[in-house]
């Protein structure tokens, strides 16, 4: 999928002229064969490369082939395929130059190519214009030329290191006549194809479906809800594992969309789970996002939060009330703990939000309990998933005792993760509601 903004260039009934800029290896020929596929369904397209073979996956386009000795025979060659075009289709033509740079040399034979480049730029430029045909031209020359400000839109693609991991984005710097929402987005080439990914958001269908669980993959571990996390883990949660998810700056609450299935997932095997959330979300706010996707079979009774709670007040059947004293507090946790194992067995799921707890208690007075429970969680079969945030003093702490490790990071307003503990690629967080309940799909940004 290419960015809407560039859908909606080459949407005009008028030819428009786009550079692609990049290193080699950024992903340009994919980016521009991922524009094909949305704009050139009819076959009105002419696709002109000296450099890559027709034979190859790129040859289910019309190409232009020949032995261009100079600028004059291709342009002849050039014409009388956008003649066969606007005779056939009622669509405009689309030009596409893979490279500029190495048409010019096919076209001059010596080593005044770049002189001829220039000449080359504007016959193409008023070849297309003439004939109302979009032309697309590739270079790997990214720096400002006299070709950037001629034509009506410029993308740029480039490579980013995060955490020792390629990111690859696509910049728009300039498309005439669109209105950008955003004007960089990252992409991946995972399947040999272009898609970039829109801005991570979360839409809840009117109707919702209680969807089957998943079974656990193997019987040392548990399933988190998602095929995808299932595979990356091996087969899910290791039993007797504690898990840490670290969230970055920007992120807010949309790493719950990561959470959320496991949640379902497990209750609807008849799971007990228990939580203490993040700072920002009550248990009530969980109860709403849950409830929907499990019903009162698999919720009432199998799932208790915990948050401070003033006893003076209704407190639901599904909250049990802390104090504000920590030792006190953990046991309500633990009664409330065994109470869930005796009536549901192992594997518990336990939901931890350390930001909270950190707020609450203070990360010097934490430090020792959650050493204690990851201890303890790792001679059961029980789960913990903790989550800190930006900032935190705890995380370094807990980092070293977690069975896993991953990071939540917002870029260009996705929502990725990768694995630190064990270490992973970079994956693209996307959730969609097909079914009527959320499924979670992690895309490897190749």
């Not at 992903?27 to 064969?33: A, M, P, Q, W």
């Not at 020949?66 to 289709?89: Q, T």
């Not at 959470?259 to 789970?273: D, Q, V």
Request: aromatic residues 12%; charged residues 25%.
């Amino acid at each position: 999928m290419i960015p809407g903004e560039v859908k909606e260039f080459f949407s005009s009934q008028f030819g428009k002229s786009l550079l692609v800029k990049g290193k080699p290896g950024t992903g340009k020929t994919t980016f521009v064969f991922g524009i094909l596929d949305e704009v050139c369904s009819e076959g009105n397209c002419v696709y002109i490369s000296p450099r890559i073979d027709k034979s190859s996956e790129y040859g289910k386009y019309p190409w232009i082939e020949g032995d261009f000795n100079n600028n004059e025979d291709f342009l002849r060659m050039l014409a009388s395929r956008i003649k066969v075009i606007w005779e056939s289709s009622e669509s405009k033509p689309i030009i596409v130059v893979d490279s500029i740079d190495s048409l010019s040399i096919a076209t001059t034979r010596s080593a005044n190519w770049e002189d001829n480049k220039f000449e080359l730029e504007r016959l193409l430029f008023d070849f297309s214009r003439k004939v109302n045909a979009d032309l697309i031209m590739i270079t790997e020359q990214t720096g400002v030329t006299s070709l950037d400000y001629l034509v009506d839109g410029v993308v740029s693609l480039e490579i980013k290191d995060m955490s020792d991991n390629d990111i690859r984005k696509v910049n728009l710097l300039k498309i005439r006549g669109v209105e950008l929402s955003q004007s960089r987005y990252p992409f991946t080439l995972d399947g040999g194809k272009f898609n970039s990914f829109e801005p991570f958001k979360v839409s809840y269908p009117e109707q919702t479906q209680v969807p089957q669980p998943l079974p656990d993959p193997i019987e040392s571990k548990i399933s988190t809800g998602m095929r995808d996390f299932d595979v990356i883990l091996g087969g899910g949660y290791q039993k007797g594992s504690f898990n840490l998810f670290e969230i970055t700056s920007g992120v807010g609450d949309s790493f719950y969309s990561l959470l959320l299935p496991t949640f379902i997932n497990h209750l609807n095997m008849g799971r007990g789970l228990l939580s203490m959330p993040t700072e920002g979300t009550s248990v009530e706010t969980e109860k709403r996002m849950i409830f929907p996707f499990t019903g009162d079979n698999h919720f009432h009774g199998q799932f208790v939060g915990f948050e401070i709670r003033d006893l003076k007040g209704r407190i639901p059947t599904y909250i049990e009330p802390f104090s504000g004293n920590l030792y006190k507090d953990m046991d309500v946790f633990h009664k409330a703990k065994n109470e869930m194992m005796r009536q549901y067995g192992s594997p518990i799921l336990d939901y931890m939000g350390l930001d909270s707890m950190e707020y609450n208690y203070g990360w010097e007075n934490i430090g020792s309990i959650i050493g204690q429970m990851a201890s303890i969680t790792k001679t059961t079969e029980n789960v913990v998933l903790a989550v800190t945030k930006h900032g935190q003093r705890i995380t370094e702490t807990v980092a070293h005792m977690a069975t896993t490790h991953w990071k939540f990071e917002n870029v260009d307003k996705t929502l990725v993760m990768y694995g630190v503990v064990p270490k992973t690629g970079i994956f693209a967080v996307q959730m969609e509601f097909v079914h009527g309940y959320p499924q979670v799909r992690l895309i490897p940004m190749k």
